[in-house]
């Protein structure tokens, strides 16, 4: 038998009549990876066509196998993975003295194997021997009797009836990756640019109260009945750097998802993404947040769903990168306080669970799809209801104190007083009393003020703005003296917090006049 003949007649084997699947085949077509799954065990089979006179020349290309061998794990994920590793020749090396597995005996997860179409020496392996060691039962018929022209005739049937099997399951997959066309994505991307330079126009993407007027997640007002805000905040970003990492993860997976599942699937696994992220930082989360981040998640918990289903298709295409850029960016968000991980949690979960929800196109009706329906709707539920139950995360101090800095900036007089009365309630806070103080100088009530800023020195004893302030509002009195000292404590505790210019030579000018 030649060895073309035995090298496509051994690939037909495997890939016909075993119904393996071929994960890739060299450009001159003389080297074919074929992966195996039996009983739960994978494997991965090597075989390459040579004409190799010396064992050295094996050696070397065992090692090239072995490299190759590492990014073929990534493609057939697996705790175990066999290797198969079989050379068709016309001959076998000279200085081969023993079969392959027993000469690289050492080699415990590569089991390689020659094949010679013209030498029956007892180095050599028999196709059929070879099969049953990879555990399959089909007889193996030898063709070593044919005329060189049938030689020829079947390596060309072999080769074509593999290559149609080939193209079919890929045109099957490529119908599964590429079913729609990313045109909502398209939209969802216009309208976040539309709505973030509406935003910079209004007052600017990263001032709190502009976020809050456009509709950003804001808990106290949804605690109100603004429930809107669940997805009005996905249109929302905080600065340019915010929209440029969201929209481009928007425009790679969101178009990768709409692709897979079609565009009403895809709006389905979207906004449900978004509101489950949405409803996890509402429950968790205090802070006022923004963006698309939430559903841009879903899209990776859909991702994640389709390799669910298609587990092959998924590590043979995206898989380990999808997988590897998701750790990044959740252990991005654990290690950053400032990021939201609780709405990319949220958007994750909610993704993967409206993908079982909705199914991928094709796939039939399945029961647990309603299953998975209720389970969608409880779990939301359950999330809005901690969202109000969890104290905890409703007290803000912090949020409460810029926002009312927010509305002193905009000489909303009354809204700050209000916010900062509020948290006084709960607890005192040196910062709350100075812009107590600051509300109070605006009014023109200059008493109460020195009252505020002289409690926030109490509270907070390396406070100089608010001694610079008291000094400021006892010379307002006509309390000199008291503005002195408060002014000689402003210019120690500045000189210790070192953080802050404060004008000195203004009070000082201000003193001598009244003086």
Known sequence: MKPNHLFWKFIYHLVIKEDLRIIDISPDNKQVWIEKEQNGKKAAIRIVKVEYDWMKDLEIDKEKAKRMLNKVKKIIPARKLTFFNIYVSTYPPVDLN????QHWENEKDMKSFFIASDSAQSTVDQPGDVLKTMGFEQHWEDSRDLMEEEHQYYARYFKKEVFRKQEKLEKKDKNLLLFGKPRFTYLLLVSILLVFFA??????STDILTLIDFG???NPAIIEGEWWRFFSAMFLHIGFFHLFMNSLALFYLGGAVERMYGTVRFVIIYFIAGLFGSLASFAFNEQISAGASGAIFGCFGALLYFGFIHQKLFFRTMGMNVLIILAINL???FIVPAVDNGAHIGGLIGGFLASAFVHLPKHGWKFRQIFIFFLTAVLSGTLFWYGHANESKAESPLLDLQIAQEHLER????EAEY?????LEN??????YFLMGNVSVQKEDYETSAQYFEKAAELENEFPQAYYNLSLVYIELNEYEKAELALA???ETNESENDEKLNFEKVEELLNEKE
């Open 427 to 432: 607890k005192d806070n040196a910062q709350a």
């Open 216 to 218: 950003a997640k804001y």
């Open 331 to 333: 252990s991005f968000g």
């Open 199 to 204: 935003v910079e126009q209004a007052g600017g």
């Open 411 to 414: 000489d909303n007089v009354e």
């Open 98 to 101: 023993s079969r392959l597995t």
């Open 419 to 423: 916010i900062l009365k509020s948290l």
């Open 489 to 491: 404590r402003a210019k």
